[in-house]
C-alpha cells in the first residue's frame, strides 16, 4: 500500500512546520480571525454599511484640509474629523430617515470637498498631499 507522502513530498515539509510553536499559533490565529471576520463581514453588509471604511477615510481629508488653513496638526484635526463624521454618519441615518450608505456617501463627498477647498485656501499649501 502506497503512503500519501510518497504521491507528494512536499507534504513532509508542510507537515514539519507544525513542529514550531509560532506556526501553530499562527495557524489558530489565522482560523480564529476567519470565523471572526465572516460574522462582522455578515453583519457590516447587511446594515450595508459596506463603504465605512472608505466613506471615513475619504472624509478625514476635510480635517487635513482644515489642518493645514488653521495651522494645526492635520493628523490630529483629520482624527476629529473622522470621529466627528462617524458620528455624523449615524445622526444622518436615523434621523433623517436616510439609509446607511446614503448617509455615507454624503460625508464622503461632504469631506473631501471641505479638504479640497481649504488646502487650496491655506497660505501653507501642501503639494503633496498624499504624505498624510
Not at 453583519?43 to 493645514?68: C, K, N, Q
Not at 473622522?82 to 464622503?108: C, H, N, P, T, Y
Amino acid at each position: 500500500m502506497y503512503s500519501l507522502f510518497a504521491y507528494c513530498p512536499h507534504f513532509n515539509v508542510l507537515f514539519s512546520l507544525l513542529e514550531y510553536t509560532f506556526f501553530r499559533h499562527a495557524l489558530l490565529g489565522g482560523l480564529l480571525t476567519s470565523v471572526a471576520c465572516g460574522i462582522i463581514g455578515t453583519y457590516i453588509v447587511t446594515r450595508r454599511l459596506v463603504f465605512i471604511g472608505g466613506g471615513i477615510t475619504h472624509s478625514s481629508f476635510g480635517g487635513i484640509g482644515l489642518g493645514l488653513y488653521t495651522g494645526v496638526s492635520p493628523i490630529l484635526s483629520a482624527a476629529v474629523f473622522s470621529v466627528l463624521s462617524a458620528f455624523g454618519i449615524e445622526w444622518l441615518s436615523k434621523r433623517k430617515d436616510m439609509r446607511e450608505d446614503s448617509a455615507i456617501a454624503v460625508f464622503w463627498t461632504f469631506g473631501m470637498a471641505v479638504g479640497i477647498i481649504f488646502s487650496f485656501l491655506s497660505p501653507k499649501f501642501a503639494p503633496d498631499l498624499s504624505a498624510y
